[in-house]
């Protein structure tokens, strides 16, 4: 399997831009989250769904800020308009959820740049 | 709510010294935790996991065994070596709050094995 696949692996835009983030999870997998890591706050959880719908956004930072995960193969993250203090690295991770722990499979990520 | 600690690196070891970082947890329930490394410039893979009180995880000569009298789960490794320098980050799922999907990550502690 080719693992989760995000892209693109570096952004860089200018404030007021949207910026949009693409995940392709494992196949077969039913969870999909996404992750913002800075170097002041590490790792936060944003959203993630279950079969396609959002189970918790209760870690979307605001407004600027959705997801969409149209199919169990492809979801967005979007930020519109973007500023500067966005810039950070965006994870995605995809797991089966079957287990009674849960093993979560991280995508390269994607580096943000906000000029 | 559910929290992680760990101590804040970044830890330098020469090759083939021993390791041990610190992890601490806070949760309602009986957690699963977690070890989860990232190397550089790649996305967070599953080091090793224990879902119980007393489970020791275990994979490529680390170790952490689950303390529930202590809420603790430290990692220790007799021998490092370079190719070890990763951020190590301790992470537990809660069923009583979240759920097993929901994971909290501690803040990360970088290692960096000098030859």
């Known amino acids: 399997d080719a693992g989760v696949i995000q892209s693109p692996r570096h952004e860089v835009t200018e404030m007021g831009q949207e910026v949009t983030l693409r995940c392709k999870p494992i196949?077969?997998?039913?969870?999909l989250f996404w992750y913002r890591q800075t170097m002041m706050r590490g790792l936060e959880l944003l959203i993630y769904f279950n079969n396609n719908v959002p189970i918790d956004d209760s870690g979307m930072p605001e407004d600027r800020f959705s997801a969409k995960m149209p199919n169990a193969s492809f979801s967005t993250l979007k930020i519109q308009p973007s500023e500067p203090r966005d810039s950070a690295v965006y994870f995605c991770a995809s797991s089966t959820g079957t287990d009674s722990y849960n093993e979560q499979f991280f995508g390269p990520g994607t580096r943000l740049t906000v000029l | 709510g559910n929290s992680v600690t760990q101590m804040e690196g970044p830890v330098t070891l020469s090759e083939e010294a021993f390791l041990t970082i610190n992890c601490t947890y806070t949760?309602?329930?009986?957690?699963?935790l977690f070890w989860y490394v990232q190397y550089p410039g790649e996305g967070l893979q599953l080091l090793l996991k224990a879902t119980k009180a007393d489970d020791k995880g275990s994979n490529k000569g680390f170790e952490a065994t689950y303390r529930k009298e202590t809420t603790s789960f430290h990692l220790e490794k007799g021998s490092v070596q370079v190719s070890d320098s990763a951020v190590y980050f301790c992470?537990?799922?809660?069923?009583?709050?979240?759920?097993?999907?929901?994971?909290?990550f501690g803040i990360g502690t970088k290692l960096q094995v000098i030859p």
């Open positions: 196949s077969g997998h039913d969870y």
């Open positions: 949760a309602t329930g009986y957690p699963s």
């Open positions: 992470a537990l799922s809660d069923p009583y709050s979240g759920g097993y999907q929901k994971v909290t």
